[in-house]
């Protein structure tokens, strides 16, 4: 079975708020993380930030770094339960990597 990555986390994405914070809201905070994390051709923040300014939205590297310092993890803990209990109902087994050192103190 093959899965519609993309569609998969814009479902999930969809749940988070998009007006909590003035500047930098909680969806876009997540997808800025998602991206640096998943996508293998971002090879800085500078990169994320640069591509994501190129397609028209605006955020800057001091921004995330703020919102990184004053965001609870919270957020990332249930996301990465829904995502693994929506696998698990599809009969995938989850992925163990080195990446979940970023979900580990979000619970």
């Known amino acids: 079975m093959l899965l519609d990555f993309p569609q998969l986390v814009k479902t999930f994405l969809s749940a988070l708020p998009n007006d909590d914070f003035p500047v930098l809201d909680t969806r876009l905070f997540f997808s800025c993380w998602l991206a640096l994390v998943m996508d293998k051709s971002?090879?800085?923040m500078q990169d994320l930030f640069k591509r994501l300014n190129h397609t028209g939205i605006s955020v800057d590297i001091s921004t995330f770094s703020k919102a990184c310092k004053s965001r609870s993890l919270s957020t990332f803990g249930p996301f990465k339960f829904e995502v693994q209990q929506h696998l698990t109902e599809l009969r995938?087994?989850?992925?163990?990597?080195?990446?979940?050192?970023?979900?580990?103190?979000?619970?």
């Not at 995938?92 to 619970?107: K, M, R, T, Y």
């Open 92 to 107: 995938i087994p989850p992925v163990v990597s080195d990446n979940q050192a970023l979900f580990a103190g979000g619970h």
């Open 42 to 44: 971002t090879l800085s």
